[in-house]
């Protein structure tokens, strides 16, 4: 089994470049096109494995649930027929304009009613709630608020789904504002719009209400942010709002964990000048206490088209993407099919797995010893800032007198299964 690469979050100086999100955004759109071509190889990688159900209804590929067929079978025939309207498009030259304007709203007709299939009548609601019975559970953090917001492809079934496993895998209620689903071909599109141009659609600004009165409603210590592929995208300008309008104290109450990112920034600048110095001076990513958000973490698989196109083309960017990313050898977008199931495996009374070959993993520093050696001797002296255990209380076994540094290690989000709280 590979080991897991950890990139350390980026410091992020004064002295770096303008940051290149902001440039022109047509050439941003450009580099989108010769990227989307660089890494076609790995479209086939979204859906594999499709045949490992694990959570049986709740996994999205899971061919013996009625909805999970109607939502394939919707899907395959949109990306046949938005296709193929993508491509008739500059034939529409060689017919008058009222046949082209007739055409487009005959496609827009069947795409609609197709909408209303995935999302619900009249588009859905704007926002669900996890139904699955946590018992005492749910009780037990009255100062958290737990937000989801999903990815490409997802209705209002998938997103229940998603809803549901988050919250069986952490053992409380989750909120999921809907990022409604026009189909794969155009919610690619959508996703070049907002990334490129920054544009907030309805899904974002709903999202951003929803996310700004929980970090100000005084009840919340924490409002912790889960994102998926697209809703990365939309999280990340999400934050570029919120780090505009509201106090660093307020904003460090959030915590934003994201799976297979589509976004090409992430920002989180430090809290003041004095910590920004001190981060030029250190060989690794300094303490979340000196940034804005406190604890950002990117999940990603490294064969896959997503986060290839998003998380993994961008985070070697100086100053550009922020957080902690978990790269791990594999195939698979889907968030409960292929990133939950692989990462916080349930057991068969719905608990995740204390042990698991994803978290049991040693990590890679890259060939970074000064890096690993700087994170073995924090968790050493006491823990990284970041919930992370003391080094006698790892679990890891120690080889030659040094111990091996595990994923689960370094991820906070796992201290959060099963209803646990991380030290802060």
Known sequence: MPNI??????????????IPYTGNPFLLCWFDILLFVKNAWSVIGVLHPWNHWPCGELDELCLYSLRNMICLAVHAFLIVFQSAFLISLPFLI?????????????????????YWILNGANGGENSLMSTVNLGDDALKHGDECWIYLNGVSVGKHWLRGNLNRLALTFRRPVVGVHNRTWGIV????????ERN?????????????????????????????????QGGIEGGLILDWLLCEL????IHKLEIYTFGCAAN???????????????????????????????????????????????????????????RVFICSGMGHLLNQHYLNRMFPLD?????????????????FNGNDMARETWIRTLINGGNGNGSPRIEDMQSPVDTGAPRSRVRDFSRLWMYRNGGTPRD
């Open 247 to 250: 106090p660093h104290d307020i």
């Open 94 to 114: 060689l017919f008058p304009l009222w046949m082209g304007i007739l055409y487009i709203a005959a496609v827009m007709a069947v795409v609609l009613a197709t």
């Open 197 to 229: 141009f920054c544009y907030a659609t309805v899904d974002i600004r709903n999202a951003y209400q929803l996310i700004k009165s929980c970090l100000l409603d005084e009840k919340n210590n924490k409002v912790i942010l889960i994102l998926h592929s």
């Open 186 to 193: 155009f919610d690619l599109v959508q996703c070049i719009i």
């Open 5 to 18: 690469e950890l990139l350390p979050s980026q410091k992020g100086q004064f002295s770096e470049s303008p």
């Open 348 to 364: 068969t009374d719905s608990r995740v797995l204390e042990n698991n070959k994803f978290m049991d993993q040693e990590v890679n």
């Open 265 to 323: 920034h992430f920002n989180n600048p430090h809290r003041t000048s004095a910590s920004m110095a001190a981060a030029s001076q250190k060989s690794s990513s300094t303490s979340g206490i000196d940034k804005a958000v406190r604890h950002i973490e990117h999940y990603a698989h490294d064969s896959e088209f997503v986060a290839r196109w998003g998380v993994l083309s961008f985070t070697h960017l100086r100053n550009r993407y922020m957080g």
